[in-house]
């Protein structure tokens, strides 16, 4: 009689309970049970009895940028009541609206247009007055004033920031062309388009007028240290390379005239005004409300956005 080889391993697994065999293979049936519903990311959200459902809430939660997921999806939360507010509030009033188009000739959705309608018929913000408006003129003079600006020329030693045998390389060069203009600086014109790799080399190295804010901050502070008609002693390193610069003329900022200012003040003002208006009604009609999953206490951020 023959016999049959049985894998001495099968020993080491009993059947389970249960479990049904095939053979010499021991078949256990797989565990099917269903596993738990994963929990909600926020408790439930309502106003007045209509829910803000979750996925509106997580999808809300992308244009919150904050510093935590929990964050974010609180912000989105108040911003979403908020809007679920003053929806409300238009249809209570029975207020009407058609959508309109943005400069981009994109149109509003229905709730956009009730919202937008509600509170133009309930915040009213009167004008800034000439009085005020000056007033904040002459508390805020240094908001009133242009900037410098700069007609400059560099040469630009372009290396890459991770490659350090470059860097070292074009700073080495930006002494020895700093060293050379400094006896003479007529030849910037020529090193510049033997040697710079930006376009400004066809001019020169001009770069024109530049105010604040138009280059990095490295360039900028080289800018505003040097004199009229001084070349910088030392090549100054940006993320692009080494640029060698020579200050051409500095023209000085001057004060706006209020007369020029006061529209934009008013403006400035009036948004203020409206801005708290707006905090100041959602925060009675939350009061009014019955709100569940979030506390509206504080009308702050996306409360009137």
Not at 10 to 22: F, W
Not at 47 to 55: D, I, L, Q, R, S
């Given at each position: 009689?023959?016999?049959?080889?049985?894998?001495?391993?099968?020993?080491?697994?009993?059947?389970?309970?249960?479990?049904?065999?095939?053979?010499?293979?021991?078949?256990?049936?797989?565990?099917?049970?269903?596993?738990?519903?994963?929990?909600?990311?926020?408790?439930?959200?309502?106003?007045?009895?209509?829910?803000?459902?979750?996925?509106?809430?997580?999808?809300?939660?992308?244009?919150?940028?904050?510093?935590?997921?929990?964050?974010?999806?609180?912000?989105?939360?108040?911003a979403l009541v908020v809007r679920e507010l003053l929806v409300q509030e238009a249809r209570r009033r029975n207020v009407s609206a058609e959508p309109e188009l943005d400069q981009d000739g994109r149109s509003e959705t229905e709730e956009d247009a009730l919202i937008r309608a509600l509170t133009d018929q309930e915040i009213n913000v009167p004008k800034a007055s000439e009085e005020e408006c000056r007033r904040y003129y002459e508390l805020n003079r240094e908001k009133f004033t242009t900037g410098p600006l700069f007609e400059a020329r560099h040469i630009l030693l372009a290396a890459r920031s991770d490659d350090s045998d470059a860097r070292q390389k074009a700073f080495d060069r930006g002494r020895e062309f700093c060293n050379l203009?400094?006896?003479?600086?007529?030849?910037?014109?020529?090193?510049?388009?033997?040697?710079?790799?930006?376009?400004?080399?066809?001019?020169?190295?001009?770069?024109?007028?530049?105010?604040?804010?138009?280059?990095?901050?490295?360039?900028?502070?080289?800018?505003?240290?040097?004199?009229?008609?001084?070349?910088?002693?030392?090549?100054?390193?940006?993320?692009?390379?080494?640029?060698?610069?020579?200050?051409?003329?500095?023209?000085?900022?001057?004060?706006?005239?209020?007369?020029?200012a006061r529209e934009r003040i008013a403006a400035w003002l009036e948004a203020s005004s409206w801005t708290k208006a707006v905090a100041q009604y959602i925060a009675i009609l939350s009061a009014d409300a019955e709100i569940s999953g979030i506390s509206m206490d504080a009308a702050d951020g996306p409360l009137v956005q």
């Open positions: 009689m023959a016999t049959i080889y049985q894998n001495p391993s099968l020993k080491e697994h009993p059947v389970q309970p249960g479990a049904q065999e095939t053979g010499y293979t021991k078949y256990v049936e797989p565990d099917t049970t269903v596993p738990p519903k994963a929990k909600p990311v926020t408790r439930e959200v309502s106003v007045n009895g209509v829910v803000v459902p979750e996925e509106i809430i997580l999808a809300e939660a992308q244009n919150h940028p904050a510093d935590t997921p929990g964050e974010a999806v609180r912000l989105a939360v108040k203009l400094a006896n003479d600086p007529s030849v910037f014109s020529e090193l510049a388009a033997a040697y710079s790799a930006c376009s400004s080399k066809d001019e020169g190295g001009r770069l024109g007028q530049v105010a604040r804010g138009e280059t990095v901050p490295a360039f900028e502070s080289a800018l505003e240290a040097l004199h009229e008609g001084e070349i910088v002693s030392e090549p100054v390193e940006t993320e692009f390379g080494f640029h060698v610069i020579v200050l051409d003329r500095r023209i000085e900022g001057r004060e706006i005239p209020f007369e020029h």
